[in-house]
């Protein structure tokens, strides 16, 4: 009889629903990636920029966006505004959220919930 093999399918998505989103810039550091879920302030100039743990976060990165060039570049995006997102693929600069951070979200709008991926176990593999 032939070997079963199985393999692990990544099938998440940030957005759950009901999103709205804003049309945008945002400034990229050279040879640098910006993963969706990261949130973001607005800077000095009304741009959206990464937000660090000392900022009001309003918007968050919808999909990954990465700079190749060799220079900071303004990228043209839409930021996710409004509406429900996976709270396991939120970040704060690459740090991931307290209950805190992620419930202050409520109050611009985006509701960050609590997910359990749902897969089924093989009868061979055992439990």
Known sequence: MSEVTFSVIESKALQLGNNVFEQGTIAVAAATEVKAGTLLKRD??????????????????????????????????????????????????GAALTSAQADGLRDYGIIAVDTTDLSRVHPTQGD
């Open 44 to 93: 000095g100039n009304k741009k959206f920029a990464v937000a660090t743990a000392s900022d009001t976060s309003l918007a968050v990165v919808p999909f990954d966006m990465k700079n190749t060039s060799t220079a900071t570049v303004n990228l043209g995006f839409r930021a996710l505004i409004g509406g429900l997102v996976r709270k396991d693929m939120l970040n704060l600069n």
